[in-house]
């Protein structure tokens, strides 16, 4: 079975500071990875896809296979970037579906 | 465009009973997710469904089931409630079947089971 571990549980650094939140992953296909975010009392959503190869809010996050890792990074943080982060594995590969396997978590806080 | 909802965005219950929360899938999407999020824990996958159909599911025992309607919007049933059922419970529509597909999710209905 997938597994998605995000070692960080808390993550503190102070604005203008390069961020790196941990993600490994254990799966034996080719998976799908996501990042998502949740801001204070907003709902969670999408933050990147390594498919998608795209930078949002200027994160980016590059698929390491041989690592089996998935980071994400920011160069300069910046206060609104506090919020709560999951990686996220999706198995499918073809015919039906397991959803996304999420980690635990890392509460990013942007110190001023 | 319209996001996804659930209903109720609170629920307390007792061991034992039985309960059903609601789920509003985003406009032009046909699929639905549902997710268990235990405090302090990640989403956890219960099962999806797709065309009306279950589709896939994750590792939640059969007093846990769920129907998605001609509109695809979808309710969770959970029998004999147990203490562990509390959690978060997350609603996710997408487009196409399988978890490949970005998920949308709502803000969730929390169930405390006494």
């Known amino acids: 079975a997938q597994r998605v571990t995000q070692p960080e549980k808390l993550l503190s650094v102070f604005k203008g500071a390069p961020v790196e939140l941990k993600c490994n992953y254990s799966y034996s296909g080719s998976p799908e990875l996501f990042w998502y975010v949740q801001y204070s009392r907003q709902r969670l959503q999408l933050l990147l896809r390594?498919?998608s190869r795209e930078s949002i809010k200027g994160f980016t996050a590059d698929l390491n296979k041989g690592e089996t890792s998935f980071h994400l990074k920011k160069p300069f943080a910046q206060e609104e970037d506090s919020a709560m982060y999951y990686c996220a594995l999706s198995p499918y590969s073809g015919g039906g579906a397991d959803g996304l396997t999420f980690g635990k978590g890392t509460h990013l806080i942007i110190q001023p | 465009e319209t996001g996804v909802t659930q209903s109720p965005t609170h629920l307390i219950k007792t061991r034992g009973q039985q309960v059903t929360l609601r789920c509003s899938s985003q406009s032009g999407h046909n699929t639905v997710s549902w997710y268990q999020q235990a405090l302090g824990q990640g989403p956890q996958f219960i099962f999806q469904y797709y065309r009306e159909e279950e589709n896939g599911r994750g590792n939640f025992p059969p007093r846990f089931s769920g129907l998605q309607f001609p509109n695809y919007s979808s309710e969770l049933n959970v029998n004999a409630l147990e203490l562990d059922d509390s959690a978060l419970y997350l609603c996710a529509s997408s487009w196409g079947q399988g978890g490949q597909e970005t998920q949308y999710f709502g803000p969730g209905t929390r169930l405390l089971v006494l």
């Open positions: 390594h498919i």
